[in-house]
């Protein structure tokens, strides 16, 4: 575990995307359900906020993979260059 990481946080570096967004959505419904006493919602919120921070992450991680083909004027694929989120 990395120095000032919980062992929660630790946890949460470990989920894969799709397991950190299923437990981001239950942190979602457990504090719009109403039924969670005050000190609770606010560890459920830094909960999901920092499995929002893991998400994003790991989507932007995703994305400077992400690789756009070239293409000559003919068509023909000629190689790729980096993805450029600006269009």
Known sequence: ???GQT???AKIS???FEDALRALEQVVRDLESGDVPLDDSINL???GEA???HCQARLDAAQAKIEAIVQDAS???TGTKPF???G
């Open 75 to 77: 068509g023909a694929a």
């Open 84 to 86: 450029d989120s600006d």
């Open 7 to 9: 062992a929660e946080t």
């Open 14 to 16: 470990e989920l894969s």
């Open 45 to 47: 919120y830094e909960r």
């Open 1 to 3: 575990m990395v120095e």
């Open 51 to 53: 499995l929002r921070k």
